[in-house]
């Protein structure tokens, strides 16, 4: 007797620990497809994207769907969207706060209040999803304006790795902050996509 799939549509940020998570679990029976992570720079084209992603899979035959995104900025749409197509979605406002984990992030916040925040993905992607779309590398005098709120760069890392720490490290540096670095794993990540393979496995 086969297993039930689920498709889960996932923001590409994500990708990488989606798939860490499945494989450290066994979870063969879900079907990950993602969005593009540069969609996160225009929050008003994700609801879109995936309102056309939904009806893909389910013209594929999946009954069952969850995204693997936040709010992500979006200001409740993907909540309205969830509720009109009857999935569920990570919990959690946006990726630093799950990965930390949201009860433990909400504790924190006030004491983060003036923190921009770097996950794997973008200690990784610093120059394309931040430089660039920002025109920082052309005007790096634009640099305060944009940045001259915070006060430090707190790298949340899922996997403690000392090349990504080294570029986290970089980024502080370019944007003139103090480095903080805390070890995350992938926190509400990983139970709520366990939760849902489980879910999944049991119908």
Same mark, same amino acid.
């Given at each position: 007797m086969s297993v039930p799939s689920i498709r889960v549509i996932a923001c590409g940020a994500l990708a990488r620990e989606i798939l860490a998570v499945c494989e450290a679990n066994g979870l063969s029976h879900v079907d990950l497809i993602c969005l593009p992570a540069i969609l996160h720079n225009h929050p008003e084209k994700i609801v879109p994207g995936l309102e056309k992603a939904i009806a /893909?899979?389910?013209? /594929?035959?999946?009954?069952?769907?969850?995204?693997?995104?936040?709010?992500?900025?979006?200001?409740?749409?993907?909540d309205r969207l969830c509720e009109k197509e009857g999935v569920g979605r990570l919990a959690g406002p946006h990726c630093y706060s799950f990965f930390v984990g949201n009860e433990a992030f909400a504790k924190k916040w006030d004491d983060d209040l003036s923190a921009f925040f770097l996950t794997d993905f973008l200690a990784r992607q610093f120059e394309a999803f931040v430089v660039e779309p920002l025109g920082l590398d052309r005007h790096p005098e634009l640099r305060d304006a944009y940045f001259g709120h915070y006060t430090k760069l707190i790298y949340l890392s899922q996997v403690e790795d000392t090349a990504l720490q080294e570029k986290a490290r970089r980024a502080a540096d370019f944007l003139g902050l103090t480095y903080e670095y805390r070890f995350t794993g992938y926190g509400d990540l990983a139970t709520d996509i366990l939760h849902v393979a489980e879910e999944a496995r049991s119908d």
């Open positions: /893909e899979a389910r013209s /594929e035959g999946f009954d069952r769907i969850f995204l693997a995104y936040a709010d992500c900025g979006t200001g409740g749409a993907i």
